[in-house]
T-cell receptor, first 111, second 122 residues
Framework: DAKTTQPPSMDCAEGRAANLPCNHS???????VYWYRQIHSQGPQYIIH???NNETNEMASLIITEDRKSSTLILPHATLRDTAVYYC????????????FGKGTSLLVTP | DTGVSQNPRHKITKRGQNVTFRCDPI?????LYWYRQTLGQGPEFLTY????????KSRLLSDRFSAERPKGSFSTLEIQRTEQGDSAMYLC????????????????????FGPGTRLTVL
């Protein structure tokens, strides 16, 4: 699986959009970009995934650059409950393989 | 859908003792994963089952670790002769049958995690 690079930490004011970047310059054509998050003392939670096109669901939006070498997870109106570690993971879809979490980005949403 | 459950949630043991953790995946999920997470790190993969077959094991899974999924439903992770370095959060995840059940918005490969078992070895 391709490696990812994320900033170790970010801050965001409550109610504002949180934009979390991820670099995956070695991504291959059949690899998806997945985002998970982990709130303190809980198990990781799936957020969203994409291959080429931008994706949106009830939790977030995922913007993938045209060359697929980077992506941004957008939480449109961050709340205090969005404070968590966010992991960007690149892997082949439907492979049944393990997730390679890395260290992620610790997002702190402040009042 | 009751989610993935893990028991116990916390376990404190003395060095050298054996411990066993249990994971109950989401009903009908045929894939089950174990991960370990130490403080300040992301989860690290330990092992993976498809139904009752253990298909992949990480190098992190030393000889003291054994995992089973006897009937393709719940799974157990046993650590023998625990060491202080085994102190960690042990996470279990499951994912749906593929091909077949594809939940809207997922690849069918999305992993759903339990709350974890926190192990402290004294």
């Amino acid at each position: 699986d391709a490696k990812t690079t994320q900033p170790p930490s970010m801050d965001c004011a409550e109610g504002r959009a949180a934009n979390l970047p991820c670099n995956h310059s070695t991504i291959s054509g059949n690899e998806y970009v997945y985002w998970y998050r982990q709130i303190h003392s809980q198990g990781p939670q799936y957020i969203i995934h994409g291959l080429k096109n931008n994706e949106t669901n009830e939790m977030a939006s995922l913007i993938i650059t045209e060359d697929r070498k980077s992506s941004t997870l957008i939480l449109p109106h961050a709340t205090l409950r969005d404070t968590a570690v966010y992991y960007c993971i690149v892997r082949v879809g439907n492979s049944g393989y393990a997730l390679n979490f890395g260290k992620g980005t610790s997002l702190l949403v402040t009042p | 859908d009751t989610g993935v459950s893990q028991n116990p949630r916390h376990k404190i043991t003395k060095r050298g003792q054996n411990v066993t953790f249990r994971c109950d995946p989401i009903s009908e999920h045929n894939r089950l994963y174990w991960y370990r997470q130490t403080l300040g790190q992301g989860p690290e993969f330990l092992t993976y089952f498809q139904n009752e077959a253990q298909l992949e094991k990480s190098r992190l899974l030393s000889d003291r670790f054994s995992a089973e999924r006897p009937k393709g439903s719940f799974s157990t992770l046993e650590i023998q002769r625990t060491e202080q370095g085994d102190s960690a959060m042990y996470l279990c995840a499951s994912s749906p049958r593929w091909p077949g059940e594809i939940q809207r918005g997922t690849t069918g490969d999305t992993q759903y995690f339990g709350p974890g078992t926190r192990l402290t070895v004294l």
